[in-house]
């Protein structure tokens, strides 16, 4: 029986790290055949291609970065030879990598994210279970035409939803609205339930000029006219509850706003999407008046990275609107 062929793209990340005795901290140094090596019996399941993309850790990541990574692996999903791919990455960052590439990326093959909280001179070092789980989940039938998946822990989860939710924890990375699509068992992928709703965004081009601001108690909107001075093209924001703002940040979104600044809200909360729920001064309601795209569930971090794309398509304010807030909206 003919052994399915997988591309395994190393970025780096903690999965790539050993502490280094000089300085007493851990840095990027095993390459991706090293790490391969520590995953016992991989070959049994699965020819390995070894792709090393680059060695940096989560947070040198940049959209510019993940832009680059999307290329290699669509021309990695174009190859007859290749089932699947699997990218390894730093946690920091992984999620928004992720994201990214689930929205840009349309292949019904499987495309697999997976890291290490635990570096590979600590003990119980997570990256070879972690590694061995994604590829059993990209060599997996099942795993078609899910978009992008993340694999820790033996939990599989959607890009579109997963987040890190600790810094410590080896199940950091959680679906805490809707729980994990499946589960790695006995080498087996078994999924629960489907992905809906997903999107794609078709843009060759990323524009980085959008800043996230989080809404505190009391807080003014002097933020906000600093991006919008300082040319931002969006603004990201993370409001309070169901989707509101402190009375004070009024006139800078209506500065904003005229400036033609694409602006989206989301909520600080961890679950739950915004709405025109409240009507006084600063509410979901008046915002959405104004001209402030609702953002739905996502974090702040993946409606950047999604406003990021949207702005590429150099199209109107209300296909950007569509694209947010509409779930009919295809590409």
């Known amino acids: 029986m003919q052994k399915s062929k997988v591309a395994v793209v190393f970025t780096g990340g903690t999965i790539s790290m050993t502490v280094d005795k000089r300085i007493g901290a851990a840095i990027p140094s095993l390459s991706g055949e090293q790490i391969l090596s520590l995953v016992t019996n991989i070959d049994r399941l699965a ?8 060695s940096i850790p989560g947070p040198h990541m940049t959209p510019e970065r993940m832009m680059d990574l999307c290329e290699v692996v669509e021309r990695l999903l174009q190859r007859q030879d290749i089932e699947g791919v699997v990218v390894t990455h730093g946690t920091d960052t992984l999620e928004e990598t992720a994201y990214l590439m689930d929205l840009k990326i349309n292949s019904e093959k499987p495309v697999v994210v997976v890291g290490a ?7 119980g070092y997570d990256g070879p279970s972690n590694l061995a789980a994604a590829v059993c989940t990209a060599i997996s ?18 890009a579109s939803e997963v987040t890190k939710a600790s810094t410590l924890s080896l199940n950091t990375f959680q679906s805490l609205e809707f729980g994990p699509l499946g589960i790695v068992d006995n080498d087996e992928v078994i999924f629960h ?9 078709p843009s060759e081009e990323l524009i980085k000029a959008v800043s996230l601001i989080k809404c505190t108690a009391g807080m003014d909107g002097s933020l906000i006219r600093f991006c919008v001075d300082r040319g931002d093209k ?35 909360c961890p679950t739950g999407r915004v709405l025109g729920t409240y009507g006084y001064p600063g509410g979901g309601k008046e915002l959405k ?43």
Do not use: C, H, W
């Open 289 to 331: 008046d104004m001209g402030v795209i609702l953002g739905g569930d996502l974090p702040g971090q993946k409606a950047r990275i999604k406003l990021m794309l949207a702005l590429g398509l150099r199209e109107s304010q209300q296909k950007i609107r569509d694209i947010f807030e509409s779930q009919q909206y295809k590409s």
């Open 234 to 268: 969006g603004i990201v924001l993370e409001a309070l509850g169901r989707g509101n703002v402190p009375p004070e940040m009024l006139e800078d979104l209506e500065y904003a706003l005229k400036k033609d600044v694409v602006i989206v809200m989301v909520s600080r």
């Open 141 to 158: 039938t099942e795993s078609q035409n899910k978009g992008v998946l993340v694999v820790m822990n033996n939990e599989v989860n959607a």
């Open 117 to 123: 909280m635990r570096n590979s001179s600590e003990l």
């Open 193 to 201: 339930r489907e992905v809906v709703n997903r999107q794609t965004i």
């Open 47 to 54: 020819d390995i291609e070894s792709v090393n993309f680059s």
